[in-house]
T-cell receptor
Framework: DAKTTQPTSMDCAEGRAANLPCNHS???????VYWYRQIHSQGPQYIIH???NNETNEMASLIITEDRKSSTLILPHATLRDTAVYYC???????????FGAGTTVTVRA | GAGVSQTPSNKVTEKGKYVELRCDPI?????LYWYRQSLGQGPEFLIY????????DSGLPNDRFFAVRPEGSVSTLKIQRTERGDSAVYLC???????????????FGPGTRLTVL
């Protein structure tokens, strides 16, 4: 029973912003939205997380809709090294498990 | 600083054999996790340690799988009587604290690719 829905794949151009959508229509009030990515042959890497406010760090921005039923991860200036599988994960506060879905395979093209 | 390391990086074994996979977490991290990733899928949770004890082993698929963390640092995942369906990448992760688990970032190792022939 997947808690998130993401597109299977998407392409984006190097140097442009990449906008990765995620639907989580059944999210509860105490559940956070996390994003991880996995570059080929590596372990997953944390990107960002949020509860209801938009968040920004050195890697990306996370925009969460007011009803919290969906979110968008924004990579502001995609590079070839951003090619990876991106996972959107809904996680209850104080829950140690990460429940990964299939993610979105993002290919950045020159 | 050093990240999570896993050894071996690749392991090929025959059906029915016993294997051990090792994880060295980031120094000082009290929480350690094992996940399994099959081809084309996201990682699946296996077991979680807080210190030396297994706080949750609900993800272990059956009693052929066992994991230990005797001194609260290095962990070993043990698989008995391996089957071809055990072939996957086994990932280990660690994090620093559960007091603010919502803030916990899990740091993953590169994984061990297990192939059972």
């Amino acid at each position: 029973d997947a808690k998130t829905t993401q597109p299977t794949s998407m392409d984006c151009a190097e140097g442009r912003a990449a906008n990765l959508p995620c639907n989580h229509s059944t999210i509860s009030g105490n559940e956070y939205v996390y994003w991880y990515r996995q570059i080929h042959s590596q372990g997953p890497q944390y990107i960002i997380h949020g509860l209801k406010n938009n968040e920004t760090n050195e890697m990306a921005s996370l925009i969460i809709t007011e009803d919290r039923k969906s979110s968008t991860l924004i990579l502001p200036h995609a590079t070839l090294r951003d090619t990876a599988v991106y996972y959107c994960i809904v996680r209850v506060a104080n829950d140690y498990k990460l429940s990964f879905g299939a993610g979105t395979t993002v290919t950045v093209r020159a | 600083g050093a990240g999570v390391s896993q050894t071996p990086s690749n392991k090929v074994t025959e059906k029915g054999k016993y294997v051990e996979l090792r994880c060295d977490p980031i120094s000082g991290h009290t929480a350690l996790y094992w996940y399994r990733q099959s081809l084309g899928q996201g990682p699946e949770f296996l077991i979680y340690f807080q210190g030396t004890g297994a706080a949750d082993d609900s993800g272990l698929p059956n009693d052929r799988f066992f994991a230990v963390r005797p001194e609260g640092s290095v962990s070993t995942l043990k698989i008995q009587r391996t089957e071809r369906g055990d072939s996957a990448v086994y990932l280990c992760a660690s994090s620093s604290s559960l007091r603010r688990a919502s803030m916990d970032e899990q740091f993953f190792g590169p994984g061990t690719r297990l192939t059972v022939l």
